[in-house]
């Protein structure tokens, strides 16, 4: 992935970050509140009118469900809004850390003519940042709250991605003398051990978290019938 790819990459990837989480959102917010409601309907006609109560009970407890399945329903779709959000971006979060990590390295590494184990980690971290800062100004972020929330996490990956890069790159140039490694072997090994390695773990206990969602909801909305049904 040449420079300009990775710049659009990111531009869309904050432009789409706002707009996603707000769609996302409000579809599992109104998703959860229509389940809730949807609950409420259920326990009115199927519980309370066949076993006859009178108004005096009947829409005191219709309240009362309405605000414990609204309140739930909320809740439950906010989580399924966060986690679904969230692993949807960490997911197209990986292709572009590639291409980033990959143009990053091979642009720092340029900086360089001869790789030794004399290169000062110093060094290697300084041209990082420079090139990173550069990466950064081309995205042209807006000001403001959103502007600085995208710098901050462009800011974060940036770090992350330079202390991977600098693991491997001071690993690799460890006893070797000028010409014994190429900046191509060096970019290999970063495309081996690459944000895949670092996000995939992270990607697989979002399955874990939908599981603890859908389970704690069922639980949530079982209660108010396991109360009228013991009753």
């Avoid at 789409?16 to 409601?37: E, P, Q, R, V």
């Avoid at 949807?88 to 979060?93: A, F, I, N, T, Y």
């Avoid at 292709?95 to 980033?100: A, S, W």
């Amino acid at each position: 992935m040449e420079k300009s790819g990775v710049v659009a990459f990111w531009k869309n990837f904050f432009s789409d970050l706002l707009t996603g989480a707000f769609k996302s959102l409000f579809i599992y917010c109104a998703g959860g509140m229509a389940l809730g409601m949807t609950a409420v309907y259920v326990l009115y006609r199927f519980f309370m009118e066949p076993a006859g109560w009178n108004a005096f009970l009947q829409w005191p407890a219709v309240f009362l469900a309405a605000v414990w399945y609204g309140s739930w329903g909320l809740i439950h779709g906010l989580a399924a809004s966060a986690v679904s959000t969230i692993e949807r971006k960490l997911s197209e979060m990986i292709g572009g850390l590639h291409g980033l990590l990959d143009i990053l390295s091979r642009e720092v590494l340029g900086r360089f003519p001869k790789l030794d184990n004399r290169i000062p980690r110093e060094d290697l971290e300084r041209k990082f940042d420079e090139i990173g800062k550069s990466y950064l100004d081309d995205l042209r972020l807006k000001k403001g709250p959103m502007g600085l929330l995208h710098r901050t996490v462009f800011a974060v990956i940036l770090k992350g991605l330079k202390f991977s890069f600098l693991d491997e790159v001071v690993e690799k140039l460890k006893g070797k003398t000028s010409g014994a490694i190429t900046s191509a072997d060096i970019e290999s090994a970063l495309r081996r051990t690459g944000a895949g390695m670092v996000l995939s773990p992270i990607l697989d206990n979002f399955l874990l978290l939908k599981i603890f969602n859908y389970a704690l909801m069922i639980a949530t909305f079982g209660i108010p019938f396991g109360i009228l049904w013991a009753f």
